[in-house]
């Protein structure tokens, strides 16, 4: 699979005073935003991460925004659960 045929993800929690759940798409990031990206998922908490394939990312996008509706309402989601959820559409 090419680099391109992918996307990198990174699920996290905010370490700012909300501490809500976000998720970034790195490959996805242009120039003018990239760095303030990264930098707000590298100072947050980690759930999980990985590379979602291609051509379902846009299918795969909806479970992790379903998955961070449920986690910023208060349900206990364990990542390995979201990776269960998530496994047909992962790299």
Same mark, same amino acid.
Request: a negative charge; hydrophobic letters at 35%; zero cysteines.
């Given at each position: 699979m090419r680099?391109?045929?992918r996307v990198m993800f990174e699920v996290?929690?905010?370490a700012s005073?909300?501490?809500?759940?976000?998720v970034v798409y790195f490959t996805e990031l242009g120039d003018h935003n990239r760095d303030a990206? !990264?930098?707000r998922a590298m100072a947050g908490e980690s759930f999980l991460d990985g590379y979602l394939? #291609?051509?379902r990312?846009?299918?795969?996008?909806?479970? !992790?925004?379903?998955?961070?509706?449920r986690l910023n309402d208060g349900e206990a989601l364990d990542p #390995?659960?979201?990776r269960q959820d998530l496994a047909e559409y992962l790299a």
């Open positions: 680099p391109a045929d996290y929690r905010e005073y909300n501490r809500r759940y976000r990206e !990264i930098n394939a #291609e051509p990312t846009g299918e795969a996008k909806m479970v !992790i925004a379903q998955a961070l509706q #390995e659960a979201l």
